[in-house]
């Protein structure tokens, strides 16, 4: 399968293991990820938030239930909420999630804003869990001439060691421990020396969410696009 459905898989089978109830998708774009993801019974509150509204909006449509939706026998109910706001600003609706992903987003932005980023999700956001998805440089010389980065709009792509020294930086501040994985296999024989062709962390929060996450300020820099009730 096409890599962007890899990494869209790999978050629906975290999900199917770990069944969340409160999932997010920072970054979500044409919100293909949470379409998939409002089949997934145990799942409660869905919210996207991109910096782009008109693709949010203009992609919202899809996340409409299917009339079968309201037939199923038993059902549970699910809310579906979609934001036009940056990752780099808090917003309290955001707070206490069980999983939070952003899939190919960081490398769009500069490295102050990734610094923002980390503050936001990892010490003012604190999901239970985080997926974060980024580009793998040392796998580009596999990609038949490439010169520069995968994308015009990218700001940097990191190798293994770079995007490892980031994670580890946010583990150490905010109290979070990390998984590196990937997607997109390089041929036999090279998949160690390129790693995969996406880079994966999964960040797990260390503490429960105790009393110091009272005293956060509530912030709400996000504009509502949509919001949706639905069983399934
Ligand atoms: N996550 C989606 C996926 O896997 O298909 C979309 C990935 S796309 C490469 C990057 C997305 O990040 C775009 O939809 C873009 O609008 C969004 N984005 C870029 N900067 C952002 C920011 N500061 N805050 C929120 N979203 C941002």
């Not at 509150?45 to 939706?69: E, F, R, W």
């Not at 579906?80 to 707070?95: C, F, M, P």
């Not at 804003?113 to 998805?133: L, Q």
């Amino acid at each position: 399968p096409p890599l962007h459905r890899q990494r869209h898989q790999f978050v629906i089978d975290f999900v199917e293991r770990n069944k969340p109830k409160k999932v997010g998708d920072l970054g979500c774009g044409e919100c293909s990820l949470l379409k998939k993801l409002r089949f997934h019974r145990e799942v409660e509150l869905l919210v996207g938030v991109d910096i782009n509204g008109t693709q949010v909006h203009k992609n919202m449509h899809g996340l409409a239930p299917l009339s079968t939706d309201y037939l199923q026998p038993t059902y549970n109910q699910l809310c579906i909420e979609l934001y036009q706001g940056s990752v780099t600003q808090k917003d309290a609706r955001l707070r206490g999630f069980d999983l939070l992903t952003s899939i190919e987003l960081i490398e769009h932005l500069t490295l102050a804003d990734v610094k923002s980023f980390s503050e936001v999700v990892f010490g003012y956001m604190t999901p239970a869990v985080a997926i974060i998805s980024t580009p793998n440089s040392e796998f580009n010389p596999l990609f038949p001439g490439l010169a520069g980065f995968r994308h015009s709009d990218h700001k940097f792509e990191w190798s293994r060691a770079e995007f490892r020294t980031w994670a580890l930086e946010v583990c150490q501040d905010f109290g979070y421990e990390v998984e590196f994985t990937g997607v997109g296999q390089a041929p036999s024989g090279l998949q160690e020396r390129v790693g995969f062709c996406s880079q994966i962390g999964v960040f797990r929060r260390l503490r429960a969410r105790d009393d110091s996450n009272v005293l956060l300020e509530d912030v709400f820099s996000y504009t509502l696009v949509s919001s949706l009730n639905l069983y399934h």
